[in-house]
Structures are given as structure tokens and as C-alpha cells.
Nanobody
Framework: QVQLVESGGGLVQPGGSLRLSCAAS????????MGWYRQAPGKQRELVAS???????SYADSVWGRFTISRDNAKNTVYLQMNSLKPDDTAVYYC????????WGKGTLVTVSS
């Protein structure tokens, strides 16, 4: 079955960095558009960044210049490097795989606080 497993979340001070990873199994990873979404308490889930099967990237305006999405097709893994973190980045971050069907991980919590 398809599994997306996120890791790398945690507590970080404002201005700090974190790197999230999402390991995929059960899919032909290289064919999938991969995305990172986040959901803060009381808010809707929003797209943070995505990367197509050809490596084309897109970002939400709120994270432009601070976050970088990348993928390693040999490792079936997508990453989200998050720099200059702000308290507003606090959320549960979810990995998404899309190619016809749509798959989600269970999420990893990122808390930005002093």
C-alpha cells in the first residue's frame, strides 16, 4: 500500500531552520508531483511548496525565498528546507503525492517559538 512518512518537525526558535523529509513507498515516485502543505490551528490546509516530476518548483508567497523544496527520486524522498522560520510558520506539515490519485502523509508538527 501507499505510505508517505514525514519526519524532521520539532520546536525551533524564530530565525532558525528545519529540514523536513517525506519518504514514499508503494508508488512510482518519479511520476508524482510532490507537495508540502500545512495546517495551522483554526486555519485551512494550504499549499506551501510543490515540485513536479520534471523538477519544476512553486511556492506560496508567504514562504518564497525562505523555503526550498527538493526531491531525490533514487531515495523516493522529498524534502522541505525551511530557513528564517517565523512564528506564523507554526503548523502541522503534510506531504502530498499527486498523479491521478492523491495520497497524504500523517503530518509532522513544526513549532516556531522562543
Amino acid at each position: 500500500q501507499v505510505q508517505l512518512v514525514e519526519s524532521g518537525g520539532g520546536l525551533v526558535q524564530p530565525g532558525g531552520s528545519l529540514r523536513l523529509s517525506c519518504a514514499a513507498s508503494g508508488i512510482i515516485f518519479s511520476k508524482y508531483r510532490m507537495g508540502w502543505y500545512r495546517q495551522a490551528p483554526g486555519k485551512q490546509r494550504e499549499l506551501v511548496a510543490s515540485i513536479t516530476s520534471l523538477g519544476s518548483r512553486s511556492y506560496a508567497d508567504s514562504v518564497w525565498g525562505r523555503f526550498t523544496i527538493s526531491r531525490d527520486n533514487a531515495k523516493n524522498t522529498v524534502y522541505l528546507q525551511m530557513n528564517s522560520l517565523k512564528p506564523d510558520d507554526t503548523a502541522v506539515y503534510y506531504c502530498n503525492a499527486a498523479y491521478g490519485g492523491d495520497y497524504w502523509g500523517k503530518g509532522t508538527l513544526v513549532t516556531v517559538s522562543s
